[in-house]
T-cell receptor
């Protein structure tokens, strides 16, 4: 069973920042937070991951709380192509399989 | 560069038939994963290969499901005596060896059992 909690759905206006929350209160000290997204009819796409420091790449920023029990994925300027299901997952540093929940369905609206 | 390739993209077959689904991972990726995704759900893990060997097959639902990766590259997922409940999107992912390596997914094979 998935161990993260995410809202079922969210809307965001095009051009605005999309902030997607995730609770992972049972995360262990050696487990990383990963974010993936899945656009309709495609496979999941890796976005970003982190352990305890905030991370940023060309796609998004990841903010992890100090107690590591929750995190927020930020898409700074959402576009219509960002409409997708976003999954928050935590796993250890090995090559363990991913455990997906139902994710958050983000709809970017023009 | 080339991503994970899965063939066929769609497969329709009758109940009771045998099917094979193929996955070509990203070149050089030693870890390969199979997942299954039903409508409205997140992907569910089936089996994971490290090189040629299955490191974890705990997600395979029953003995009708089997997967191989004989040369440590291409993998084939095999389903015998298919049932209507096997209908789903079958996803393959690969990653390099090493800590904190993200998995990269193909677009899946949509399997429909009539």
């Amino acid at each position: 069973d998935a161990k993260t909690t995410q809202p079922t759905s969210m809307d965001c206006a095009e051009g605005r920042a999309a902030n997607l929350p995730c609770n992972h209160s049972t995360i262990s000290g050696n487990e990383y937070v990963y974010w993936y997204r899945q656009i309709h009819s495609q496979g999941p796409q890796y976005i970003i991951h982190g352990l305890k420091n905030n991370e940023t790449n060309e796609m998004a920023s990841l903010i992890i709380t100090e107690d590591r029990k929750s995190s927020t994925l930020i898409l700074p300027h959402a576009t219509l192509r960002d409409t997708a299901v976003y999954y928050c997952i935590f796993r250890n540093s090995g090559n363990t399989p991913l455990v997906f929940g139902k994710g958050t369905r983000l709809s970017v609206i023009a | 560069g080339a991503g994970v390739s899965q063939t066929p993209s769609n497969k329709v077959t009758e109940k009771g038939k045998y099917v094979e689904l193929r996955c070509d991972p990203i070149s050089g990726h030693t870890a390969l994963y199979w997942y299954r995704q039903s409508l409205g759900q997140g992907p569910e893990f089936l089996i994971y290969f490290q090189g040629t060997g299955a490191a974890d097959d705990s997600g395979l639902p029953n003995d009708r499901f089997f997967a191989v990766r004989p040369e440590g590259s291409v993998s084939t997922l095999k389903i015998q005596r298919t049932e209507r409940g096997d209908s789903a999107v079958y996803l393959c992912a690969s990653s390099p060896t090493g800590p904190n390596q993200p998995q990269h997914f193909g677009d899946g094979t949509r399997l429909s059992i009539l």
